[in-house]
């Protein structure tokens, strides 16, 4: 079975950091670009960053320039965001994805398989 698992969330306070990790089973990362998406209550899903399958580019909102990071390890078979200076405002769920085109284009890809989401709370 092809899965994608989050981990890494939870509660931290306003300016605080936190690091996601995604971990794939069942299929190697090597060949895809991963994305992070999150979701808002109330909000549309949106597109946080990508990284090409090789770890050479990476894309970010502009929400999140700055304190956001992309990595991955592919021999780990993992993607990671590390997350600093959390807003309030960076509340949301935070799902990973895998996408087959390799590249990344922008912050959002098109996603070819989702993991299932971690919660990520930034009290102020």
């Known amino acids: 079975q092809l899965q994608l698992v989050e981990s890494g969330g939870g509660l931290v306070q306003s300016g605080g950091s936190l690091r996601l990790s995604c971990t794939a089973s069942?299929?190697?990362?090597?060949?895809?670009?991963i994305g992070w998406f999150r979701q808002a209550p109330g909000k549309e899903r949106e597109g946080v960053s990508c990284?090409?399958?090789?770890?050479?580019?990476?894309k970010y909102v502009d929400s999140v320039k700055g304190r956001f990071t992309v990595s991955r390890v592919n021999a780990k078979n993992t993607v990671y965001m590390q997350m600093n200076s959390l807003k309030p405002e960076d509340t949301a769920v935070y799902y990973c994805?895998?996408?087959?085109?390799?590249?990344?284009?922008?912050?959002?890809?098109?996603?070819?398989?989702w993991g299932q989401g971690t919660q990520v709370t930034v009290s102020s």
């Open positions: 994805a895998a996408s087959a085109v390799s590249g990344c284009k922008g912050p959002a890809i098109k996603p070819d398989l």
């Open positions: 990284i090409s399958s090789g770890g050479g580019i990476t």
């Open positions: 069942g299929f190697t990362l090597n060949y895809y670009a």
